[in-house]
């Protein structure tokens, strides 16, 4: 199965937009994406934002949430989606976030060589709806960085088809 190409069918064939917010993968998410023909109706934009000022001034990542979770964190993950989606010039209805780590970890942190973490943002016009997960990927910096992409773009149709029960579960009434 080729992932890039059955997420640009789907987003296609739904109308949909996406863009990225990339650490580790460095831009590998939408550059699979780009690879597809047909995919400048559904790829808004690709941000590669490796710092942490890069995080925080352009995504508006708080600095307290590096420092209480890590870089490599489901919360700065999730932060970086909602950033992007927050752009003033995201026209996407689907932001796909990834940081974390493709060797060895940091001096001092004890995260697994491989781990990364996701976030997938929705905008739809009942709101907007967020989920995020941590994979831990084996081989090299390349092998990781790879996976990793395919993996974030892999979960897009998944998560789009939890959408409705994620509105149930944040219905007061649910």
Same mark, same amino acid.
């Given at each position: 199965?080729?992932? *890039?190409?059955?997420?640009?069918?789907?987003?296609? +064939?739904?109308? &949909?937009? #996406?863009?990225?917010?990339?650490?580790?993968?460095?831009?590998?998410?939408?550059?699979?994406?780009?690879?597809? *023909?047909?995919?400048?109706?559904?790829?808004?934009?690709?941000?590669?934002?490796?710092? *942490?000022?890069?995080?925080?001034? &352009? &995504?508006?990542?708080?600095?307290?949430?590096?420092?209480?979770?890590?870089?490599?964190?489901?919360?700065?993950?999730?932060? #970086?989606?909602?950033?992007?989606?927050? &752009?003033?010039?995201?026209?996407?209805?689907?932001?796909?976030?990834?940081?974390?780590?493709?060797?060895? *970890?940091?001096?001092?942190?004890?995260?697994? @060589?491989?781990?990364?973490?996701?976030?997938?943002?929705?905008?739809?016009?009942?709101?907007?709806?967020?989920?995020?997960?941590? %994979?831990?990927?084996?081989?090299? %910096?390349?092998?990781?960085?790879?996976?990793?992409?395919?993996?974030?773009?892999?979960?897009?149709?998944?998560?789009?088809?939890?959408? @409705?029960?994620?509105? %149930?579960?944040? +219905?007061? +009434?649910?």
């Amino acid at each position: 199965m080729n992932i *890039p190409r059955s997420v640009v069918g789907f987003l296609s +064939s739904r109308g &949909l937009v #996406m863009a990225t917010a990339e650490s580790c993968t460095g831009g590998l998410i939408a550059s699979l994406i780009a690879d597809v *023909p047909g995919s400048g109706a559904c790829l808004d934009m690709g941000l590669v934002v490796y710092s *942490p000022p890069g995080k925080c001034g &352009l &995504l508006k990542v708080r600095a307290q949430t590096i420092e209480e979770h890590g870089l490599t964190s489901e919360e700065v993950a999730r932060e #970086m989606a909602t950033g992007a989606l927050a &752009l003033e010039a995201c026209s996407a209805h689907i932001v796909v976030a990834n940081t974390g780590i493709a060797g060895p *970890p940091p001096q001092g942190e004890d995260l697994a @060589p491989g781990t990364q973490c996701f976030a997938w943002r929705y905008r739809r016009r009942d709101g907007e709806y967020m989920f995020s997960e941590t %994979r831990v990927f084996d081989g090299d %910096r390349t092998t990781i960085r790879q996976n990793a992409a395919l993996y974030a773009l892999s979960r897009i149709e998944h998560y789009f088809n939890e959408l @409705p029960n994620a509105r %149930r579960r944040a +219905s007061p +009434s649910a």
